[in-house]
């Protein structure tokens, strides 16, 4: 139970909750332990009147009718404490449930990229709910019935041990058998456990990415490929399962084996006892109903090991998460104000998980009012240089500063809310378009949203929608056409109005004459900003302030764009290039 461990800071955190949870789970045992002693003085009552030791009718009836209503007033108060405790210990293992999802949840927001391009969507999702859900079964079930079998044993044993010791010592004689039964069952659940949640987590990693790639799936016409695909995972997690409650199966049976064998030892030696004359027969009754009370804690011992195996699984694979380090960290204690000069000090990085050496000591300067567009190839670096600028990713000491200061010493959140950023794939939730242009800036008005929409060029299109700016969108914003997108996105980055604007190649799915429109917007409001558009288009660039051509990770030509189309190289064949593209 090491990895368990993890969840005493929330037990300590609802400790007084839970010790009221105990404190009532042993008033409720103590209350329906009662309830066979009055039984079994029933029995004695009326045994003695059978056998002429007591006469008077009204006297047996008497004692009889005062049993009853302490049975009675003993069960109601059994099941009023049991409500009260069921409503303390599995409140607070929801409230676990709650914090553990919102502190897996932060961590994964804390990790860095890199973290997510080593690690499935499905399998994150699965540890954050299902995993979840088998520790809550171990903070809430598993502890309240634990604490009730131990009561009920505790009480139970030392009772009968007082009234019949022998009886008892035959009564409990098969529970050590089925203690090495548990243990030696339990190893085997922790394994398949664990295998069952892989095997659910590739399941979830499967259907997560075939329904976000549906529309590929249809194109191709591969949907009998993928359905055999999805039925061959479906059947080795069915197998797993299967395995699985193979071991769990042997449990129930095996405790109501040894539960029937306490019953006839009891009948048996309880029987001899009383003929003996060594014991009343209520005794008798009483042990019978006592071992039966047993059966249910005995078998919640199983059921209960059996949650534990699944919990410390489970826990296993959040901790693996939970205690992973972000290879970005903020190593700024206060805010750290941004103006926007970006410099790059003959900056080299190679990604990790690859091994590409993504840019080669490039070294520029853009100050706050400036735009620098970046050309070049697909993979020649341009999309890295913005990523490093949002410390997505780090570069090596003094490398990358920002106003003069390495990026590393700069309050990460503060960079990154001084920063506009639009990707390469614009991404949109599945919320209204008013509430993805908002996501820029939470606390924006309607008439704040209509002008960022209006500068990147998108208002009309979203007014042409029956529901305008109210408009639901698909997952990740397919109902928009990938140039809609692309605008939305943009819209996005203008409301937050930040120091720093990052556009990756973010026009490449609109025409020219929009293009055109947005460029000149974008002049009107990155007067005071730093401004970089990575691009393919020469158009794109052609009014900026400065520009750099990237060749595999190296930059080969900078300058402006009278100084780059009036020399030999790349930029000037790509102006070439386009401008008769244009003309044709």
Known sequence: MKELKHLNRYFIKYRWRLIFGLLITIIARVFALLTPKFIGDSVDVVEKYISGDILDVATVESELFTNILLILGTTLLAAFFTFLMRQAIIVVSRNIEFDLKNEIFQQYERLSLD????????????????????????????????ATTFTLFVVVISYMLYTAPVLTLYAVAPLPILSVAIYSLSAAIHKRSTIVQEFLSKLTSFTQERFSGIAVIKAYGIESRTNVDFTELAQGSKNKNIDLAKVQALFFPLM????????????????????DGKIDFGTVVEFLIYVNMLTWPVAVVGWVTSMIQQAEASQKRINEFLKQKPSIENTAARPTPIQGKIEFKNLSFTYDDTGIEALKNVSFTVNPGETLAIIGNTGSGKSTILELIGRLYDAQENQLTIDNTSIKNLHLTSLRRSIGYVPQDAFLFSDSIKNNIKFGKQNATDEDVIAA?????????????????????????????????????IARAIIKDPQILLFDDCLSAVDTETEEEILQNLNLISRNKTTIIVSHRVSSAKNCD???????????????????????GYYKELYSKQLLEKEM
């Open 546 to 568: 400065k520009i750099i051509v990237l060749k595999e990770g190296a930059i080969i030509q900078k300058g402006t764009h009278s100084a780059l189309v009036s020399q030999e």
């Open 256 to 275: 109501m084996l040894l539960i029937g064998a306490s019953n006839l030892l009891v009948i048996y030696i309880g029987g001899s006892q009383f003929i």
């Open 453 to 489: 929409a209006k500068l990147a060029a998108v208002h009309k299109n979203i007014k042409d929608f029956s529901q305008g700016y109210d408009t639901i969108l698909g997952e990740r914003g397919i109902t928009l056409s990938g140039g809609q997108k692309q605008r939305v996105s």
């Open 115 to 146: 973290f997510y391009k080593q690690n499935r969507t499905g399998d994150l999702m699965n540890r954050i709910s299902e995993d979840v859900m088998k520790v809550r079964m171990y903070a809430g079930p598993a502890l309240m019935y634990s």
